[in-house]
C-alpha cells in the first residue's frame, strides 16, 4: 500500500538556523498538509497545501514557516529562524480529496538546541 | 471554536478484553466528521474508523466500533476482543464539513497486556 514517507526521521539544529523537512506524499494525492506535536501535546494542525497555493492555515504558521512543492513528489515545509519552542514532531499527511480520510507519515523529530 | 477532549491519560487492559476509550468535543457547526486514529509504536497514524455526523448508525470496522452521541457531543471508541497489537496512542479527532484541518484530542495510550 502506497505511503506518505518523510525525511530525515530525526533533524537536530541549533536555535536560529533555517530547516527543512521533507515528506514525500502518496502520488496521486492532491491535498498535503503539515502538522505538529510538541512532547506531551496535542497534534496541532499547520497548514494544507492544494493546487500550489496555500489553503488553509493556523495561527501558529506565521511568516517563521513556509511550504514549498518544489517538484512533482516533493512537500517541504521550512522554518527560516528556529526557536527552542519549535521542537516537536512534525507530521506530513495527504489526500486525494477533502473528503477522503488523510495519509499520514512517520513523523519527523525537530529537536532545536 | 472546535475542540476534541480526551479525558483518559492511558488505559490497560487484558488480552481479548473489551475497552472503551473516551472522546468529547465541541463544535457550533453541524455538518462535520468524526474519526479515530491509531498511532503504533512506530510512528505512522492510521485511520481506525470514522463517522459522518448526519449519519445515526453507529460506524463499525471488524472489532472497532464507535458510540456516536450527537446530542452529547460524545464519541468513544470500543475495541472487542482486543490483541496485543491495538497496543496504541488512540487519537479522536474531528474536521467540519468545508474545512480541510483535523483537530485531535490529547490522545489515549492504550497497552494490551499478555
Known amino acids: 500500500e502506497p505511503e506518505v514517507t518523510q525525511t530525515p526521521s530525526h533533524q537536530v539544529t541549533q536555535m536560529g538556523q533555517e530547516v527543512i523537512l521533507r515528506c514525500v506524499p502518496i502520488s496521486n494525492h492532491l491535498y498535503f498538509y503539515w502538522y505538529r506535536q510538541i512532547l506531551g501535546q496535542k497534534v496541532e494542525f499547520l497548514v494544507s497545501?492544494?493546487?500550489?497555493?496555500?489553503?488553509?492555515k493556523s495561527e501558529i504558521f506565521d511568516d517563521q514557516f513556509s511550504v514549498e512543492r518544489p517538484d512533482g513528489s516533493n512537500f517541504t515545509l521550512k522554518i527560516r529562524s528556529t526557536k527552542l519552542e519549535d521542537s516537536a514532531m512534525y507530521f506530513c499527511a495527504s489526500n486525494l480529496r477533502v473528503d477522503q480520510p488523510q495519509h499520514f507519515g512517520d513523523g519527523t523529530r525537530l529537536s532545536i538546541l | 471554536a472546535q475542540t476534541v477532549t480526551q479525558s483518559q491519560p492511558e488505559m490497560s487492559v487484558q488480552e481479548a478484553e473489551t475497552v472503551t476509550l473516551s472522546c468529547t468535543y465541541d463544535t457550533s457547526e453541524n455538518n462535520y466528521y468524526l474519526f479515530w486514529y491509531k498511532q503504533p509504536p512506530s510512528r505512522q497514524m492510521i485511520l481506525v474508523i470514522r463517522q459522518e455526523a448526519y449519519k445515526q448508525q453507529n460506524a463499525t470496522e471488524n472489532r472497532f466500533s464507535v458510540n456516536f452521541q450527537k446530542a452529547a457531543k460524545s464519541f468513544s471508541l470500543k475495541i472487542s476482543d482486543s490483541q496485543l497489537g491495538d497496543t496504541a496512542m488512540y487519537f479522536c479527532a474531528s474536521r467540519i464539513q468545508g474545512a480541510q484541518k483535523l483537530v485531535f484530542g490529547q490522545g489515549t495510550r492504550l497497552t494490551i497486556n499478555p
Open positions: 497545501f492544494y493546487n500550489n497555493e496555500i489553503s488553509e
